[in-house]
C-alpha cells in the first residue's frame, strides 16, 4: 500500500534523478486516473511548481502541436504513443528541441523504431 509520504517521497526522488525543476513543462497524454497520469503528470509538476499540459484524447496530431506550441520538455506515456508520434513526424516535422525525454511504459521500444 502506498501511502501520502511514500507517494510524495516516489515523486520528489523521481523529479531529483530527472532534474526536473519549476521551468519543465509536462505533456501528459495518459488519462489522470492512471497511476503515471496522476503521479508523474499532476503531483510531480505540482511539487516542483511547473506546468502541465493535459490532453483530453490521444492524438498524436494534437499531441505534436502542444508539444511544439507549449515547448514541452518533458512527456510521458505509453509505447504505442512513441509509434504514432513517429509515424505522423515523418510526414509533418515539428520543432520539438524542447523537449529533453519522453518516458514510457507499457513496453520496450525496438531500436528500429528510430527512438
Known amino acids: 500500500m502506498l501511502t501520502h509520504n511514500n507517494i510524495l517521497a516516489s515523486e520528489r526522488a ?3 534523478r530527472l532534474n526536473l525543476t519549476w521551468q519543465d513543462v509536462f505533456m501528459m497524454p495518459a488519462p489522470l486516473g492512471h497511476a503515471t497520469g496522476f503521479l508523474h503528470g499532476v503531483t510531480a509538476p505540482f511539487l516542483i511548481g511547473a506546468r502541465s499540459v493535459l490532453l483530453d484524447i490521444f492524438t498524436p496530431d494534437a499531441c505534436l502541436a502542444l508539444l511544439e506550441q507549449q515547448r514541452c520538455t518533458c512527456m510521458l506515456g505509453a509505447t504505442p504513443f512513441v ?3 513517429l509515424n505522423v513526424l ?3 516535422p515539428a520543432d520539438l528541441s524542447a523537449l ?3 518516458l ?3 513496453t520496450t521500444i525496438p531500436k528500429k523504431s528510430g527512438a
Do not use: I, N, P, V
Request: proline fraction near 0%; glycine fraction near 14%; charge should be neutral.
Open 14 to 16: 523521481y523529479c531529483a
Open 100 to 102: 529533453r525525454f519522453f
Open 90 to 92: 515523418e510526414k509533418q
Open 104 to 106: 514510457c511504459g507499457g
Open 83 to 85: 509509434y504514432d508520434l
